[in-house]
């Protein structure tokens, strides 16, 4: 009996986390470019922003 | 300018090292805008691109054109933490490396915050700190290199849709949290009462019942809120679709199995009930996002067209503005080969104006000052300067609208087929339950509650899963399937009402035929080319339908544009000159029709005629639509004789010249009381109130504006082609359609004796369920292999 009741509480905590992150990454805007996603980890190079300091003269 | 640049040698070829289209031989560039934007990338050191990219045939090519300015102030909002955002839709992306591309070049502008493309909407965010007027600067570092950029302020319909999406996912996730862990309770359930396992004892099983009902009840309170409110909704109306039968049956069952928790009952069904709402909004989802993807889409063809207009300041200066602020009285200046933004009546200048897109009229007609012009009409000849007539309820496009509205109202509403479906079926399938009841209960005299048992049981199998199924699995992937073949489905119900077409009735111009005028004579081939190197470097339509008929043509240098006359090329041996009679030097006897001259010197000068011509595969697509038996016509608001030149050519026996808006509705609307389901083709601004009235309507994605906005199918490209894919495809997604509902149905045939008798335990109940749902959707997906062709 313990022991279902012990399972039970992890199997749900480990879904709950689940169902957490996948809301969490829908808020954040995850599923919204599912193409672009996939062509985004084609090229190695950080395209965001980053701190003025580099260097243009390539 | 010179690119003095390392090339890869490939890229010396015939084509232009930047954008892919021919170049003068020996160059690397076909003109000076490519070199610059190849000089842009390589200083940033960016060339990798080159390497990267994969050019699409078919989309714009990457040439630096700096033909439009934006008046971007107004697009420009301010986000809570002081910065300034802007959304543009892209036109020219290709593949991933341009959005690389795009993304890297903004990265190196210090003041950028966030500049991110979306691949699947093509649409770019901008964010940047500083003043507003930066924006001009950082969008003109991206049109530099071939891009075009259009501000694009979000529809609260699209925002809408948003929402939607992401309530949907959210309860989606729900759904499967909860059917995932309460089937995996339910399993070790099933495994005791079924023997494979030590027998559960009365407590366990009372614990693991709560345990279940903890999970689901709030689940299916949660997720179940998409069907709820649609039903409820239905039924505030008088009416009944089918979220009706399944919020029923969920409720009815969480509550049955409830019940039976408290009692300490040996069967519960919350699994059921958490896997039918999961199933049903993992289609619910699919479904969204297929329609959702085709109306951005649209709504983006759109954007990319809109236009600004030119306003003369009282002192004599320019202000680019929207349309719709633009004030009555106030004077627009319209260049050549632009598009008249507003309605009005011509003030200054003089020339031929292309109203196809309005009237439907197919030859250009002449205009002076005076003379009253629409929105949307083609200036091809010098600039022309137009006084802004009333924008509110007296304009053309007002008494489209209003038309259109009318025929709306008139047309009722189209009762999808699930829904015809589910009103014999739910009072059926209740009834049933209610039968089984007082037939155990008085017939066989058990007690009330087993009774009610027994009841619920036919209840839960006769929940339509896999009928609720059957419609919206095949709709997803024939909207996917069109989606992928340019053809945007807009409309829910447009794949049903276009199954049952029986009648198409075409527009002619621009629908038919060719969106622009096309060269008519058969030239010598090297007139023709010259005539088209000069003509290359001008927007003019005329200019652009002779670059057309050339095929592949490299642009000369050094061509002087002299708007609404012509174009001059000074060589070593004397002018070239391309451009209207007078310009070049030809005696002024009156043109007959749309032409252009090329003159030059020590030859002949050469005439080329331009006519409206029909869409390449016409002929076969109307031969294709006749051999499905289908009666064709063809209305047109153009003159009798051009209208029977088109029919004459394609074969088509009825048809109706001069129509107004309002013949054409009612030519529909009398086709429509007939018995006949008609199918409107048209692109014109007159057409638009048919395309309402009609069951079902398609526009090419040249159409006017309000014609896209109206019709429930948009098919790029320029061929006539999609109009039979789309109709056949409906044909086969309405046929599967009802393999699946004769599928479901079936599995009820079978289920619901069974349950009658009380032998449906609840994995049995959870087992037919999805096993039934599995194979509807498996059965759809047949449809995959159907070709596209």
Request: aromatic content about 4%; charged content about 15%; some cysteine.
């Amino acid at each position: 009996m313990t022991i279902i009741l012990l399972l039970l509480l992890v199997s749900l905590t480990v879904a709950a986390c689940g169902l957490g992150f996948f809301l969490w990454s829908l808020r954040a805007g995850q599923y919204d470019d599912l193409d672009g996603a996939a062509s985004r980890i084609l090229f190695d190079e950080d395209a965001t922003p980053r701190p003025s300091n580099a260097s243009p003269g390539h | 300018m010179s690119a003095s640049l390392t090339i890869p040698l490939a890229a010396t070829a015939l084509v232009c090292a930047h954008c892919g289209l021919p170049a003068p031989h020996g160059r690397q560039f076909c003109c000076p805008g490519c070199a610059a934007a190849h000089d842009i990338i390589e200083g940033l050191g960016l060339g990798r691109y080159y390497q990267q990219r994969l050019l699409v045939a078919g989309t714009r090519a990457l040439r630096p054109d700096a033909g439009e300015r934006w008046d971007l102030a107004r697009h420009i909002v301010a986000t809570p933490d002081g910065a300034k955002a802007l959304t543009l839709a892209v036109d020219g992306v290709q593949c991933g490396a341009c959005v690389w591309l795009i993304e890297s070049v903004l990265a190196r502008e210090p003041s950028v915050l966030v500049g991110r493309v979306n691949m699947t909407t093509r649409r770019l965010r901008l964010v940047w700190s500083g003043a507003p007027e930066d924006a001009d600067r950082l969008v003109g570092r991206i049109e530099a290199l071939g891009y075009r950029l259009v501000p694009f302020d979000v529809s609260a319909l699209a925002a809408t849709q948003d929402r939607t999406g992401r309530m949907l996912m959210r309860c989606l996730a729900v759904a499967g949290f909860a059917a995932g862990n309460v089937m995996l309770i339910s399993i070790g359930i099933w495994a005791g009462q079924g023997g494979v396992i030590d027998p559960i004892g009365p407590a366990t099983l009372a614990l693991l019942h709560w345990v279940s009902a903890l999970i689901a009840m709030p689940a299916i309170a949660y997720a179940g809120r998409p069907f709820f409110a649609s039903a409820l909704a239905a039924l505030r109306q008088r009416r009944t679709n089918m979220d009706v039968p399944i919020s029923l049956g969920v409720l009815l069952v969480t509550g049955m199995s409830l019940v039976e928790t408290i009692n300490g009952g040996a069967h519960t069904y919350f699994d059921s009930a958490v896997t039918l709402l999961f199933f049903l909004l993992v289609g619910r989802v699919l479904d969204h996002r297929a329609r959702g993807q085709a109306r951005a889409t649209a709504e983006q063809l759109l954007a990319l067209r809109a236009t600004d207009v030119a306003v003369v300041q009282p002192d004599g200066t320019l202000r680019r503005c929207g349309q719709e602020q633009v004030a009555e009285g106030e004077h627009v200046l319209v260049a050549t080969g632009e598009r008249i933004g507003v309605d009005g009546v011509l003030e200054r200048g003089s020339g031929m104006l292309d109203t196809s897109l309005v009237t439907g009229e197919s030859l250009p007609t002449k205009a002076e000052p005076g003379t009253t012009v629409y929105a949307g009409t083609l200036n091809l000849g010098a600039t022309l300067t137009v006084r802004a007539t009333a924008t509110g309820a007296a304009t053309l496009l007002a008494e489209c609208v209003r038309l259109i509205e009318a025929a709306e109202t008139r047309r009722g509403r189209f009762v999808v087929l699930a829904d015809r479906v589910a009103r014999r079926y739910a009072p059926t399938v209740h009834l049933c339950a209610l039968l089984t009841f007082l037939g155990w209960y008085f017939g066989a005299g058990v007690p009330a509650g087993q009774a009610l048992l027994t009841a619920s049981a036919v209840l839960i199998i006769t929940c339509p899963c896999a009928l609720a199924l059957a419609v919206p699995a095949v709709q997803v992937i024939a909207t996917g399937r069109l989606f992928r073949g340019g053809m945007l489905l807009k409309s829910a119900t447009a794949l049903e009402r276009l199954a049952s077409v029986d009648t198409v009735v075409f527009d002619k111009t621009g629908t038919l035929t060719e969106p622009l005028l096309a060269l008519m004579d058969d030239p010598d081939p090297a007139d023709l080319h010259l005539a088209a190197t000069l003509a290359a470097s001008s927007r003019h339509p005329l200019a652009r339908s002779l670059v057309a008929a050339a095929g592949v043509v490299v642009p000369a240098e050094g061509v002087v544009e002299y708007p609404g006359q012509g174009l001059v090329l000074a060589t070593a041996s004397g002018e070239i000159r391309l451009g209207s009679r007078a310009f070049c030097g030809r005696p002024d006897n009156p043109a007959t029709g749309p032409e252009m001259w090329l003159a030059r010197p020590g030859r002949t000068t050469v005439r080329f005629g331009f006519d409206e011509r029909v869409r390449a595969d016409a002929k076969e697509t109307i031969g294709r639509l006749r051999a499905m038996g289908l009666t064709l016509k063809l209305i047109s608001g153009d003159r009798p004789e051009q209208v029977r030149r088109i029919a004459d050519t394609l074969r088509i026996d009825h048809w109706q010249a001069e129509c107004s808006p309002v013949d054409k509705v009612s030519l529909v609307e009398s086709l429509r009381s007939a018995g006949h389901n008609v199918l409107m083709v048209g692109d014109g601004m007159n057409d638009s109130p048919a395309l309402a009235a009609a069951s079902v309507s398609a526009s090419p994605a040249t159409a006017a504006d309000v014609s896209q906005t109206v019709a429930d199918l948009v098919f790029q490209g320029t061929k006539l082609q999609p109009v039979p894919i789309a109709l056949r495809t409906a044909r086969q997604a309405q046929a599967v359609m009802r393999q699946n509902l004769a599928l479901s149905i079936g599995y009820n045939i079978v289920m619901v004796p069974l349950a009658i008798a009380g032998w449906v335990t609840p994995w049995l109940a959870a087992a037919a369920m999805s096993s039934s749902s599995l194979l509807v959707m498996a059965n759809s997906l047949r449809l995959h292999r159907g070709t596209t062709r």
